[in-house]
C-alpha cells in the first residue's frame, strides 16, 4: 500500500498567516492527489483534485502543488472558517490511502 | 445541488450486520462511481470500497474484503454497504463520496454527512 505521510502534524498560525502543508507519498503517484478539509463534527470537504486544481467554489487563498511523491497545499491568509484539519490522500493505486490529517489550531 | 444522505448506522453486536445506505440526488447518479470511506471515532481517513457507475466492478479494502459488500440501484439513485461479520475496530462514521468529473474513482468530489456505526456487546 501507497504510504500518505503529512507534516507538521498540528501547527498553530494566526489570522492572515501563511500556511504550508506537506504531503509525502511513499511511491510515485504522478498527480493522483487529492486535499480535503475537514472541521469537527462535520464531513469533510473537497479542496483540491490532480494535486493542483481547485473544486469549484473554493476560494483562491488555497493553493496547491506537486507531483510525483511531494506535495504542498497552501493557505495565502488564514481566516476563522479555514482552522480544521486537513488531508491528502492518494487515488493513483487501489487501496487509496490517506494522511493522518494536519490539524490546524488558532494561535 | 448534489446531495448524500447515509442511513442505516447504529448499534450492533460483533457479529451482527447491518446495511448502510446512500440516498443520492441532483446528479446522473448512473454516470458516476461512488465510494464508502469510514473514520473511527477521533481518528482519520479510511478508504473502504468503490464502486463503478455501472455497478460492475466493485473494489475493497483488505481489511474489509469478504465482510462488506456495495452495491447500488441506479433505479432508486442509491449506494448501499452490507455490512457482515463485525468487530469492534469496524466503529466508525461511515460516508459516502461522489466520484469527481475525472472518472477516477478515489476522486472523491461530494460526501454525505455520515452515518455511524457502534460494534459492542
Known amino acids: 500500500d501507497i504510504q500518505m505521510t503529512q507534516s507538521p502534524s498540528s501547527l498553530s498560525a494566526s489570522l492572515g498567516d501563511r500556511v504550508t502543508i506537506t504531503c509525502r507519498a511513499s511511491?510515485?503517484?504522478?498527480?493522483?492527489l487529492a486535499w480535503f478539509q475537514q472541521k469537527p463534527g462535520k464531513a469533510p470537504r473537497s479542496l483540491v483534485y490532480?494535486?493542483?486544481s481547485l473544486r469549484s467554489g473554493v476560494p483562491s487563498k488555497f493553493s496547491a502543488s506537486g507531483s510525483g511523491t511531494d506535495f504542498t497545499l497552501i493557505i495565502s491568509s488564514l481566516q476563522p472558517e479555514d482552522f480544521a484539519t486537513y488531508y491528502c490522500q492518494q487515488y493513483y493505486t487501489y487501496p487509496f490511502t490517506f494522511g493522518p490529517g494536519t490539524k490546524v489550531h488558532i494561535k | 445541488e448534489v446531495q448524500l444522505f447515509e442511513s442505516g448506522g447504529g448499534l450492533v453486536q460483533p457479529g451482527g450486520s447491518l446495511r448502510l445506505s446512500c440516498a443520492a440526488s441532483g446528479f446522473a447518479f448512473r454516470d458516476y462511481a461512488m465510494s464508502w470511506v469510514r473514520q473511527a471515532p477521533g481518528k482519520g481517513l479510511h478508504w473502504v470500497s468503490s464502486i463503478s457507475g455501472s455497478g460492475g466492478d466493485t473494489y475493497y479494502a483488505d481489511s474489509v474484503k469478504g465482510r462488506f459488500t456495495i452495491s447500488r440501484d441506479n433505479s432508486q439513485n442509491t449506494l448501499y454497504m452490507e455490512v457482515n461479520s463485525l468487530r469492534a475496530e469496524d466503529t466508525a462514521i461511515y460516508y459516502c463520496a461522489k466520484g469527481g468529473e475525472s472518472g477516477h474513482y478515489g476522486d472523491f468530489d461530494y460526501w454525505g454527512q455520515g452515518s455511524l456505526v457502534t460494534v459492542s456487546s
Open positions: 490532480a494535486a493542483s
Open positions: 511511491q510515485g503517484i504522478r498527480n493522483y
